[in-house]
């Protein structure tokens, strides 16, 4: 039996904004992820079965290798179509932020989103959730927003209405938010999660393949450039560094999605437990940083690049030159005291 973690009022006051909404809209963050991609889509198929009109909205879109999802060719994605993704936040009951934890992490869809007079719910598992949401779930540590959607449905006597489309969608979002259960996996109601999402029908194993298998040969090629020429060690610091220009992306022909797990790369080395990406992007310097242990890499991207996530994984951004972003995580390396 899992552990009971949401609370009652939590769990009411969600069920009262279902029963009365007719109209839903669905968001999540910037470059959704499986998770964010995997919640959404869980709560998607829950409440178009109980006959409520139901749209997912991304501000980006999303990698090739989540396509197969169910109900994934559905998403709107705000950057292409910005007046009807507009249109349908303006016509909600309910909006529902997936995810994310404050609104600039949707991006230019954030205006839409905090204008709208929709009762508005956020169900997130990271730190320090903002103020503009009518009902917060933020519990930090759960693996997943995947994992806190199956958890809510079970508390909202919903167990039945997981079908095997539903599973999918959450057991991709715990999947890949815990690199396949390598971090962030310890508790044990993880695994009777997963238990019931198999009796449920899934094939955990297709699932990975078509995640983690899939990918082009430009891909393939680009990690051999990456791991070659792109890598740079600090070994007094424990550290690894990978950055990559929009020149070198578009050399390998680079579509979204492509350096996915590439900041995980480094922290196989011995003696490496924390691993930084650096990315070069249209309007900002994006960075994923991952750490193994007790090593707040976290606390390090709110710290110097305005960013957060978890323990183990986060995320962050600069507005600046890819050199900058370099020159400034050298600087943050020297300085940053994990232990304070």
């Known amino acids: 039996m899992l552990t009971k973690i949401f609370s009652e009022k ?7 904004y279902v029963d009365r909404g007719e109209r839903f809209v669905i968001v999540t963050h910037m470059s959704p992820d499986g ?3 995997g919640a959404s889509l869980a709560l998607f198929h829950y409440l178009t079965r109980l006959g409520n009109r139901v749209d997912v909205v991304v501000p980006n879109d999303f990698p090739q290798f989540l396509g197969w ?6 998403i709107v994605v705000y950057e292409r179509y910005p007046d009807y993704a507009g249109q349908l936040i303006r016509e909600a009951d309910v909006i529902c932020c997936l995810d994310f934890n404050e609104p600039k992490r949707v991006g230019k869809m954030a205006s839409h989103v905090e204008a709208v007079g929709a009762d508005k719910v956020m169900i997130d598992h990271h730190l320090l959730p903002a103020d503009f949401c009518d009902l917060v779930i933020s519990y930090p540590d759960m693996s997943s927003t995947s994992e806190m959607i199956f958890r809510l449905l079970c508390r909202m006597k919903a167990f039945d209405d997981i079908d095997r489309t ?3 969608c959450i057991y991709t979002g715990m999947m890949t938010d815990t690199g396949g259960f390598t971090y962030h996996s310890n508790d044990p109601d993880l ?3 997963i238990m019931e999402l198999c009796r449920k029908g899934i094939d955990k194993d297709a699932i990975y393949r078509r995640v983690y298998q899939v990918y082009s040969e430009s891909r393939l090629r680009l990690m051999g450039y990456v791991l070659c020429e792109k890598m740079k060690i600090y070994p007094a610091r424990g550290t690894a560094l990978i950055t990559l220009t929009l020149k070198e992306l578009n050399r390998f022909r680079y579509v979204t999605g492509d350096t996915e797990g590439f900041v995980n790369l480094p922290l196989s080395i011995e003696g490496i437990r924390f691993a930084v990406f650096i990315r070069e992007d249209t309007d900002f310097i994006k960075l ?8 707040p890499s976290n606390r390090f991207a709110s710290t110097y690049f305005n960013g957060g996530g978890h323990v183990n994984a986060s995320g962050g951004e600069f507005y600046g030159t890819l050199d900058e972003a370099v020159a400034a995580f050298e600087r943050a390396l020297e300085e940053f005291d994990p232990e304070r």
């Open 288 to 295: 994923s940083l991952r750490s193994t242990g007790a090593f």
């Open 10 to 16: 939590e769990v009411q006051r969600f069920q009262s």
């Open 166 to 168: 539903v599973a999918e």
């Open 191 to 193: 695994y009777l999660i």
């Open 69 to 74: 999802m169910p109900g994934a060719k559905d």
């Open 35 to 37: 998770d964010a991609l």
